[in-house]
């Protein structure tokens, strides 16, 4: 178990003697950003998606990395991964907010199945001066395909909030020229009866 999911189970004790899931491996690529123009962008379809108008190692940007957890089907929070914001001084861009979109695979080793979904982030880019000048990132939401059937019940999956220095919260500061980084907590719970064959 690494750092950051022994800080979920201590922030989130749950009683593993009910609704073990078992082995959960994610994993995701940023596969979409809600502009026509994608021209300033970099690393669609990766792990991590860059912009601005700017050598390409000095652009900002986002990045996922998955991990391997156990997750349980009763509400518990689990965590999805970690999330990482580039946060570097760039000339502002005509869209100073925009839509990424995340799509995360979830992948229950002991069930043998896998499900995709879509996580939405808003982006707002700040013009780096003023009385807050530091970029705030919002807890972003489940986008596609919440849904998701194991042993032919209904759970829903939702995006509940970042593990930002040993605290949960659902938003944090994102400091200008550096590298911020969150886990993201998740969740399945039960939502419906079962699903027909």
């Known amino acids: 178990m690494n750092a950051a999911a ?5 922030l989130c004790p749950r009683d593993r003697s ?3 899931m078992g082995t ?3 994993s995701g690529i940023w596969s979409r950003v809600g502009l ?8 669609i379809g990766t792990e991590h998606i860059r912009w601005g108008d700017v050598p390409d190692d000095k652009r900002s940007g986002y990045i996922f990395e998955g991990t391997v957890v156990e997750a349980q089907l009763d509400g518990s929070d689990f965590l999805l991964g970690t ?4 946060n570097r001084v760039i000339p502002m861009p005509t869209s100073e907010q925009f839509w990424v979109y995340l799509t995360v695979n979830v992948a229950f080793e002991d069930e043998g199945i896998e499900h995709d979904f879509t996580v939405r982030f808003r982006h707002d880019e700040t013009p780096n001066e003023g009385p807050h000048p530091n970029d705030v990132v919002k ?6 395909n919440e849904i ?4 032919n019940v209904e759970y829903k999956v939702s995006i509940t909030g970042f593990l930002r220095n040993k605290r949960k919260v659902t938003q ?3 400091p200008e020229g550096g590298s911020n980084s969150a886990g993201i907590f998740a969740r399945f719970e039960r939502s419906g009866s079962p699903s027909i064959s």
């Open 172 to 174: 944090f500061d994102s």
């Open 24 to 26: 959960v491996v994610t």
């Open 6 to 10: 022994a800080e979920v189970d201590r």
């Open 18 to 20: 009910t609704s073990l």
């Open 36 to 43: 026509d123009d994608v021209s300033l962008f970099a690393g």
């Open 148 to 151: 998701v059937y194991v042993d």
């Open 83 to 86: 999330f990482t914001h580039q």
């Open 139 to 144: 807890l972003p939401k489940v986008h596609e």
